[in-house]
């Protein structure tokens, strides 16, 4: 799986724009790009996912660079609720599933 | 609520003992993962299954042990237990195919006294 890097820590202002970055330079053509959060000790959420395209859901906004070695996860309207670890996530899916590599994630704070 | 879930909430052992935590996966979904998540070493990913089959292997310590019945749950065995395998214990299923997204349970936590 490729490695990838988000920011220790970011912080984001109630009602604005939260841009969550993450680096994955060495991904390959097969690697999807998963994003999941996890609320204080709760159970992680997924929330988007991409290969090439950028994707939106009800949740937020994938954008994936043309050359896939970064992309950014756009919250579009933080609320208090969002203050959770973001975890951006590099894995080749495969017909019986995958297995998740966490790493450290952004812990995001939106303040009031 | 994910549809995934775990029993028991809490646990509370001693050291030198055995627990089986238990695992509800969405109706349907084939596959039955378990991750470990404590202070020290963040979340990671132990073992899954498929369709009743052992899938992939992370970080599993040969004195954890897992199955999955035909009716698809899960159980995960943790035996000899120390005082390092107080931690939560999420179990997350998917549909199988591909891409697929997980969904998580409420976790367990356990504490080895």
């Known amino acids: 799986d490729a490695k990838t890097t988000q920011p220790t820590s970011m912080d984001c202002a109630e009602g604005r724009a939260a841009n969550l970055p993450c680096n994955h330079s060495?991904?390959?053509?097969?690697?999807?790009v998963y994003w999941y959060r996890q609320i204080h000790s709760q159970g992680p959420q997924y929330i988007i996912h991409g290969l090439k395209n950028n994707e939106t859901n009800e949740m937020a906004s994938l954008i994936i660079t043309e050359d896939r070695k970064s992309s950014t996860l756009i919250l579009p309207h933080a609320t208090l609720r969002d203050t959770a670890v973001y975890y951006c996530?590099?894995?080749?899916?495969?017909?019986?599933?995958?297995?998740?590599?966490f790493g450290k994630g952004t812990s995001l704070l939106v303040t009031p | 609520d994910s549809g995934v879930t775990q029993t028991p909430k809490h646990l509370i052992t001693a050291t030198g003992q055995r627990v089986t935590l238990r695992c509800s996966p969405r109706s349907g979904d084939l596959s039955v993962y378990w991750y470990q998540q404590s202070l020290d070493q963040g979340l990671q990913f132990l073992i899954q299954?498929?369709?009743?089959?052992?899938?992939a292997k992370g970080n599993i310590l040969e004195r954890f042990s897992a199955q999955q019945f035909p009716d698809l749950h899960s159980e995960l065995n943790l035996s000899s237990l120390e005082l390092g395998d107080s931690a939560l214990y999420f179990c997350?299923?998917?549909?199988?195919?591909?891409?697929?997204?997980?969904?998580f349970g409420p976790g367990t936590r356990l504490t080895v006294l």
């Open positions: 997350a299923s998917s549909e199988g195919g591909t891409p697929n997204e997980q969904f």
């Open positions: 299954y498929y369709n009743g089959e052992e899938r």
């Open positions: 060495t991904i390959s053509g097969n690697e999807y």
């Open positions: 996530i590099v894995r080749v899916a495969s017909n019986s599933g995958y297995a998740l590599n």
